[in-house]
């Protein structure tokens, strides 16, 4: 989409009565053009390859082909931004999750009565969600389908078998963590994109991680239990929605739940405060990065990913004043650069790597951490 011209809409549902809906909700705005309509999954497909449109809204049921299936094609051949509209996007529904998993940027959940009168109190969030997603650089991706053909046993990258002196696994952390039982602590941020990058960033973590992973994703409080288990289900790392007064350990991975800010205790325990938003966000990766960065000190470290907004960016500084270390996800690779672009702008990111990078440069900062323990540098 070039400066100053409209958002081109494709809408693809199976309804003719909510294709009207939402063209009338999407075209009484002045930025938005509704340039074509779908009638199923097959159509949304054929009409996103020669409307070339900014954004498609997408209905998950839908006949011949869902909105699943259309996703999946679209985001792994001609990739546009996609925004679920759908019923099904209820009460943490793994459809959506699933949609997401694929590369769709953000979904709306249709009012249980889908009348006209109940669309109109979406008509905000809706043409909020389509106006962010015009904004986004789209990446070809089929991330779920990819993860769960190839589910790891072991590491997807080369990984040292655990009776090696050098290399990570959880036996040689626990051999090199400071005084007072302390190991890295890695936290990852994310927002919108997050879910697909984190599908695909989460399978190179090995179950013999030395150090505890913390994800802070701005997604609603009902979805993060499921998008837990979806991570899970590709994963070697052990993940789960993280529980209230849990002492977080090494090969570990947790969740912060949707409806709380994530906090740790001097102990080590996972502290949960269902309390307002904080600049905005609830999740608050600054609360998380804040309190990781008062107990890990030098173990710290944070990757600051895809996401719209600032988040994170107040608490990379905390991470790097108590010499932890910071990375953030680089323009190219990230499907939306707010976050990390904000996060680059304080001076405290170390390196900004790409996202098959990632891991990679989180291991070699893990590897001289727990190095510069055993040696008593720490």
């Known amino acids: 989409m070039t400066e100053g011209s409209k958002i081109r809409v494709l809408i693809a549902d199976d309804s003719a009565f909510m294709r009207k809906v939402l063209l009338s909700i999407l075209s009484a705005d002045p930025q938005i053009d509704i340039v074509g309509e779908a009638r199923d999954g097959v159509e949304a497909v054929s009409k996103a390859e020669s409307l070339h449109p900014d954004v498609i809204t997408m209905d998950i049921n839908m006949p011949h082909m869902d909105g699943l299936k259309a996703t999946e094609v679209i985001m792994s051949t001609k990739p546009r931004p996609v925004v679920v509209v759908s019923s099904e996007s209820r009460d943490g529904a793994e459809v959506t999750l699933k949609a997401l ?18 669309m109109n109190t979406v008509r905000e969030e809706l043409v909020r969600k389509v106006k962010v997603a015009s904004k986004v650089r789209v990446v070809r991706t089929a991330a779920r389908i990819a993860t769960q053909a190839h589910r790891p046993t072991e590491p997807a990258m080369p990984f040292p078998a655990p009776q090696r002196s050098s290399g990570l696994s959880a036996s040689s952390g626990n051999e090199a963590q400071k005084p007072g039982g302390k190991f890295p602590i890695v936290v990852l941020a994310a927002s919108t994109g997050g879910p697909a990058t984190l599908m695909q960033l989460m399978p190179l973590f090995p179950k013999n991680f030395p150090g505890s992973v913390l994800i802070v994703q701005h997604m609603p409080g009902s979805y993060t239990s499921q998008f837990s288990e979806q991570l899970a289900g590709v994963s070697s790392i052990r993940i789960s929605e993280a529980s209230p007064g849990e002492v977080i350990q090494s090969g570990c991975a947790y969740v912060c739940p949707g409806s709380h800010h994530l906090r740790l205790s001097t102990a080590g325990r996972i502290t949960l405060d269902d309390g307002p938003r904080i600049n905005g966000y609830r999740p608050c990766a600054d609360v998380t990065l804040e309190a990781v ?44 650069f707010g976050m990390p672009a904000e996060a680059i702008r304080t001076g405290s990111v170390d390196q900004v790597v790409s996202l098959d990078q990632v891991y990679p440069t989180i291991e070699k900062r893990v590897l001289y951490v727990l190095g510069a323990a055993r040696v008593g540098a720490l």
């Open 101 to 118: 998993e694929l590369g769709a940027i953000d979904f709306v959940t249709k009012p249980s009565s889908g009348i006209d009168l109940d």
């Open 293 to 336: 960065a008062a107990y890990a000190g030098p173990m710290a470290v944070s990757v600051v990913l895809t996401g719209m907004g600032n988040d994170g960016s107040r608490g990379v500084q905390a991470i790097k004043q108590a010499n932890g270390h910071v990375i953030a996800q680089d323009e190219a690779s990230s499907i939306i």
